[in-house]
């Protein structure tokens, strides 16, 4: 594709023109006549003054788009405003166009184009500085159509005036058509559609085509003299891959990466230091407990002691007391073997005296003596029966009332019968004594008269029977069906009621201890879970247990209800650190019983399927916060498909979800999932509300309790009147008495018949009986003294017996202090079991010998030694992690300064669960945060190493390499000269980027590259090691300039080789270009545009298609080549290449190339008769079409006469030295 035509409208200096142009065209000119000028323009349509790809006025030598030394350099502005050493030509906003139509040539079936850029411009002049400023850029392509002039510059009948920028397009659609007039926001998408169409495309290329191509053009264009053909072809030929960027971004992910590992490892520090300060605080409050626990054994100890030793002086009263009844036995047995013995004697005199009589009245006295015996026993049976009988009435009674009660009938509706009931009451009315008072009558002479017993009789005989019958109904069972008696059914009702009071009391106790731990901030676990936690804390410390609930929050309390009913017995699942979980379930297998079904969470798996996981935008999990990231990643796994549905009917169609009523789905079934309050825990509000509800739940058990109480205590009571109830023989006993009452009467009669005479006492036997008696007197002597004996001891021993009494109330008041102060650790910290505590303490008290004492109380001793140590330690680590932390996390502790006391166990307590909820927000929380983002930078650290800096050198390398070889095989086919000479690329490496090439290689052949690999892990050489560390030094330097600096030349492919140019001619050996001149002269130019040839044909991809951009453009064109060289590079260009030349010439040095030109634009600036603006200069442009065979044969025939007028002036000479 040739440039058939370009337009400029408001372009500098120059006129608004259309420049049609030929295969070869010249600019030529004088200085500063804006030849120049008209090539920036083309370059503008060809680069979109993209930056990096345009130069504009190239032919300066050493020019740069960047203006240095504070020289200003041309822009688009600048242009369109006409600006000429600093003064403007327009000086109000002014519209600008360039349009270039391109034209297929022979073989090519692209179609006709034309490329437009308009740029409006305004004139800054604050500050005192005059800027041209850019207000607006519009690029256009117009595929088949071919614009002119009054496209842009329009007349509407008495004035022209340029079209303006925001309606050209609108009137390029109204003529051509929306599908001819495609319109480009960016440079970049005009670039790639600008060089589609060059190659006969309808799409657009891709940016590093449309740029390659771009910068090729901007290249070729300008001059630039060769000074090292290693430099010409690393900056010539080869394109930069700027890496700056790169760099800067993985030297600050590194930085941000060691910045993050040595906050990580501060944040460890303080982690360690944490732990260490719970342990000892933890150890402190244990070693308390065990103080509280050893006092209250010690007291235990010692109020058993004294028991034990009030015991054994109470027994050796007892057997004071017994050996003192022994001797008034022995007393009473003397006196009575001495009253016997006196019997004898009696008898005996009166067997001496011979008086039969005296025997006779003997014997019936000693009948009358136990008949009186009897009448007493009978008498005292009476007393007993009489007493029963009160009882049964008392007892009777009150069973009356009991069997009143409506609620005992229920249970029992047995009583309820009518016999019983009558029965109960004829025992009240009728089963009483009547108006006899025993006792009273029992206290008088029993011979006296007993008549009122006989009035009494048949009274007492219907009272037996009453009684009789209803102690039977109670006690009575009917064996034929099974049923038992009316005691043991309420019995068995006492036994039902003590068991329900007995469960509320435990259930009151259980819910006590729920409030308390509440109150202290903390949760109760499942009774399992309790045991799993200990067995973990004791086989497994490091595992660190947490439960799952202890650290999740609901931000919305309408949901707290559902989502925890919905988690069920999961949110008591055990949290603990990734490597100890194998270990925590085989501790939790080896329980006993039913204690083994806690359940451990697998964090480290539910980490990575919680980061593979995608939430949807309903999931419950955004209605959770979390204070642990394992609890984040536990949920989110497993419940974070669970979603809120507004309604059951929704509920319906929804695979995992939950209303706010408690309604959820999953599993293909819908399910109630709601709690009473009572069992919330996640969260402060909802411990809050779960007390409170536990606080009304205690106050309705106390009442049941009570109820409860009641209700046993009446049936108790009820069993124990019933207890109460004798069989009577009370008329048995009346009768008896009644009987011997008349024998003893019969007795007194004989006894008052008998008529006495004296007999005669055997001597022999009485004087016996005399020695007796001096014996029995002997002996009541010495009892009468062993009796003051005892009674002495007795006395002593009373007062000893108080005294130890004393002293066991005294010791027991200390032990139950102690047990209130061990029951009171459990409102602060309600992990202990106090009651196995007190059972443990009672029986090692028991049990504990006396020199276990001393070795307990130098037990003691140590203990409070430790406490001290503890406490110093911990606060030690407290004001060590205050001194680091954040404010946030530092913990408020006041130094001891005071006694072990209470007080500073309840501040401990406070003190551990503040450090235990700093240790876990730092270590499960931001800790795993920090870790995870350090992962992430790491691994982007890594990506964005190997793919963005290794794999960059390492394919810019090899495209380098690559880039050469196809230049090589383009040179293959451009020959040049007479001597057909041609020219190929070689390099060597550079000895001091061969490591970092090495290095780079090895790196991309990592096998696991692109699947996380790290960089530091890598298998790579011990070279290869070196440069890692090196690139690591650098990229952590803290002069970033200097280490920049460094990478960029590193991260440059074209220092990696050393480039050489070969030249070869036929039969002679190839001429190294670097050894062959210096630049000075056409000796490298010659070559160089030969190379820039190949370079540009490759650029514009004139191996592929048939269609391509074939117009070049060459500013101060061959200023260092003779007319014959640069003859022949024209020739080559155009003819050998086929493309077409737009050259730069001063109109001094065009005149040996006027035969070879096909249009000549002549440039010059003159001065003006009307100011434009601040010019009073303009430009002038005279286009000329040559006939270029006339002026070839024009030329011939001037060269002919040339050599012939030579010829004829070197003859004179001759002829005039002959």
């Not at 205050?882 to 209470?902: E, M, R, T, W």
């Amino acid at each position: 594709m040739f440039l058939k035509k370009f337009i400029f409208v408001n372009w500098g200096n120059i006129p608004q023109l259309e420049f049609e142009l030929g295969p070869i065209n010249l600019l030529s000119g004088g200085n500063g006549s804006g030849k120049t000028t008209a090539a920036d323009a083309i370059q503008t349509i060809m680069t979109a003054a993209h930056e990096n790809l345009f130069q504009y006025n190239p032919g300066q030598d050493e020019t740069t788009q960047r203006g240095r030394g504070g020289k200003r350099v041309r822009t688009l502005a600048s242009y369109v405003l006409g600006c000429d050493d600093g003064s403007y030509a327009r000086l109000d906003p002014s519209d600008g166009y360039l349009a270039a139509v391109f034209c297929p040539t022979k073989g090519e079936t692209a179609e006709s184009f034309t490329a437009v850029i308009g740029v409006r411009a305004w004139l800054d002049a604050t500050g005192g500085q005059q800027i041209a400023r850019q207000d607006d850029l519009l690029f256009l392509i117009l595929p088949g159509e071919a614009l002119t002039l009054a496209h842009f510059v329009r007349d509407d009948g008495n004035t022209k005036y340029t079209t303006p920028l925001d309606k050209i397009q609108n009137l390029l659609i109204r003529e051509f058509g929306q599908r001819h007039v495609q319109k480009y926001d960016t440079k970049k998408t005009y670039l790639r559609r600008l060089y589609a169409a060059l190659r006969g495309q309808n799409d657009s290329v891709s940016e590093t085509e449309a740029t390659a191509a771009a910068r090729a053009f901007s290249r070729f264009m300008a001059y630039k003299p060769v000074r090292s053909i290693n430099d010409f072809v690393a900056h010539e030929i080869l394109e930069r891959k700027d890496l700056g960027e790169a760099i800067r971004s993985i030297s600050g992910q590194l930085k941000t990466i060691h910045a993050m590992e040595r906050d990580a490892a501060q944040l460890v520090e303080s982690i360690d230091i944490l732990e260490r300060a719970e342990q000892q605080a933890s150890h402190y409050i244990q070693q308390w407990i065990e103080l509280n626990s050893l006092d209250f054994t010690l007291a235990q100890y010692d109020y058993l002691q004294r028991q034990r030793d009030y015991i054994k002086t109470k027994k050796q009263q007892s057997d004071y007391q017994r050996s003192l009844k022994e001797n008034e036995a022995e007393t009473e047995l003397t006196e009575q073997r001495q009253k016997q013995l006196n019997e004898q004697l009696v008898h005996l005199e009166a067997q001496r005296l011979g008086i039969s009589a005296l025997q006779q009245k003997d014997e019936l006295e000693q009948q009358r003596k136990q008949q009186q015996n009897k009448l007493t026993d009978m008498a005292r049976r009476l007393l007993e029966q009489d007493n029963s009988l009160d009882t049964n009435l008392q007892a009777s009674k009150s069973i009356v009332k009991d069997l009143q009660r409506a609620d005992l009938m229920d249970e029992l509706p047995v009583i309820a019968d009518l016999q019983i009931r009558q029965l109960a009451q004829n025992v009240v009315k009728e089963g009483g004594r009547g108006e006899l008072d025993i006792p009273a009558l029992l206290q008088k002479d029993l011979l006296n008269d007993l008549s009122p017993l006989e009035l009494h009789l048949d009274q007492a005989r219907a009272a037996q029977r009453l009684h009789n019958q209803w102690h039977e109904q109670w006690h009575q069972s009917d064996s034929l069906s099974d049923h038992a008696s009316l005691y043991e059914q309420l019995a068995k009702l006492a036994h039902n009621r003590g068991a329900r009071y007995e469960k509320l009391k435990n259930q009151c106790r259980q819910k006590e201890q729920d409030i308390e731990r509440l109150q202290a901030k903390q949760v109760s676990y499942p009774p399992f879970v309790e045991r799993a936690l200990a067995a973990i804390r004791r086989d497994c410390p490091q595992a660190d247990p947490r439960v799952l609930c202890d650290h999740v929050e609901i931000s919305d309390s309408r949901w707290q209800m559902a989502i925890e009913g919905y988690l069920g017995m999961a949110r008591f699942s055990i949290i603990v650190d990734g490597k100890h979980e194998a270990e925590a379930i085989r501790i939790v297998r080896q329980l006993p019983g039913r204690d083994n079904r806690a359940r451990i969470i697998q964090g480290d798996k539910a980490q990575r399927d919680a980061e593979c996981s995608s939430l949807p935008a309903d999931s419950i999990i955004h209605l959770l916060s979390f204070s642990h990231a394992t609890a984040k990643h536990y949920l989110t796994a497993s419940y974070g498909n669970v979603v809120q549905v507004a309604s059951t009917d929704a509920l319906r169609q929804t695979r995992r979800g939950l209303t706010t009523d408690g309604m959820g789905a999953g599993g293909y079934s819908m399910f109630r999932c709601d709690l009473p309050e009572g069992e919330l825990v996640f969260g402060v509000a909802a411990r809050e509300r779960a007390l409170k509800a536990k606080q009304e739940e205690l106050a309705s058990l106390n009442e049941q309790w009570q109820q409860a109480n009641d209700q046993m205590q009446q049936v108790n009571s009820m069993l124990d009147n019933v207890k109460k109830l004798r069989p009577l023989d009370y008329a048995d006993a009346i009768t008896h008495m009644l009987e011997i009452h008349r024998e003893l009467q019969k007795l007194e009669n004989l006894l008052a018949q008998l008529d006495l005479s004296e007999h005669k006492d055997l001597e022999n036997k009485l004087t016996e009986l005399r020695q007796q008696e001096q014996q029995l007197r002997q002996q009541q002597g010495g009892l009468k003294e062993g009796k003051g004996e005892l009674q002495e001891k007795l006395r002593k021993i009373g007062k000893r017996c108080e005294t130890l009494a004393d002293e066991q109330e005294k010791t027991q008041q200390i032990a139950e202090s102690c047990e209130q102060n061990l029951l009171a650790i459990v409102s602060e910290w309600p992990e202990l079991d106090a009651d196995a505590r007190l059972a443990a303490g009672e029986k090692e008290a028991s049990n504990m010998r006396t020199d276990a004492v001393e070795t307990a109380i130098n037990y003691r001793q140590e203990i409070k030694r430790n406490l001290h140590t503890l406490e110093r330690k911990m606060d030690e680590a407290i004001q060590k992690h205050n001194q680091h932390c954040l404010p946030g996390d530092a913990i408020v502790y006041h130094s001891f300064k005071g006694d072990y006391d209470a007080a500073l166990f309840r501040a401990i307590c406070g003190l551990q669960r503040d450090l235990d909820r700093v240790f876990n927000r730092l270590k499960n929380n931001i800790l795993v945060d920090k870790y995870d983002n350090l992962r992430q930078l790491k691994d982007s650290f890594n990506n964005a190493f190997v793919t963005h800096f290794c794999h960059t050198i390492h394919q810019a390398i090899n495209d380098g390499k690559r880039q050469i070889e196809r230049l090589n095989k383009e040179l293959q086919h451009h020959q040049f000269g007479d001597d057909r000479e041609r020219f190929r690329f070689d390099s060597n490496w550079i000895p001091e980027f061969r490591d970092y090439a090495r290095f780079f290689e090895e790196v991309i052949k990592q096998p696991g590259v692109g699947d996380e690999i790290d960089l530091f892990k890598m298998d790579l050489s011990v070279k290869s090691q070196k440069v890692r560390k090196e690139l690591m030094r650098m990229l952590l330097d803290e002069d970033a300039n200097k280490a920049l600096r460094e990478l960029d030349r590193i991260g440059d492919y074209r220092n990696y080789r050393k480039y050489e140019i070969y030249k070869e001619v036929e039969g002679k050996e190839p001429i190294a270009l670097s050894e062959y001149g210096t630049g000075s002269g056409g000796q490298l130019e010659t070559p160089a545009y030969i190379i820039r040839s190949a370079a540009i044909t490759s650029a514009f991809r004139f191996s592929e298609g048939n269609s391509h951009l074939r117009m070049v453009l060459v500013d101060e064109a061959f200023s260092k080549m003779d007319e014959t060289r640069s003859r022949e590079v024209i020739d080559y260009l155009t003819k050998a290449l086929g493309l077409q030349l737009i050259f730069i010439m001063p109109t001094s040095k065009c005149g040996p190339f006027m035969d070879l030109i096909s249009n000549e634009f002549v440039f010059a600036k003159c001065p003006s008769e009307q100011p434009r603006g601040q010019l009073n200069t303009r430009v002038l442009v005279d286009r000329k079409q040559c006939n270029t065979e006339k002026i070839q044969q024009l030329w011939a025939n001037h060269k002919r006469t040339v050599y012939q007028q030579a010829e004829l002036d070197f003859m004179d000479e001759v002829l005039e030295v002959q």
